[in-house]
């Protein structure tokens, strides 16, 4: 059975909408093979092939970091006592 909180699914699609408008208004296209990303207080054009791999890092980056990390298993020792005492 799947089970939908769509009170979460809602939240979360108001987000992401608020997310890509701010997006919109940070990064715009520039001249020929150029994308303008706006800073706080300077524009900085970036090469479309740079950007492109950004993006595709950031979103590497965000998939990686949900993924658990495997534990590492350690042998468990069998210590035999020195008799000394």
């Known amino acids: 059975m799947l089970e939908i909180d769509l009170e979460r699914a809602r939240h979360a699609l108001l987000q992401l909408g608020t997310a890509l ?8 296209p520039g001249p020929d093979g150029l994308i303008r990303v706006k800073t706080d207080d300077r524009v900085v054009e970036l090469p479309v092939s740079w950007a492109v791999a950004g993006a595709v890092a950031f979103a590497v980056a965000a998939i990686l970091s949900t993924v658990p990390m ?11 006592p020195l008799g000394i005492g």
């Open 21 to 28: 408008e701010e997006a919109r208004g940070v990064i715009r």
């Open 70 to 80: 495997p534990s590492v298993r350690r042998r468990e020792r069998n210590e035999e």
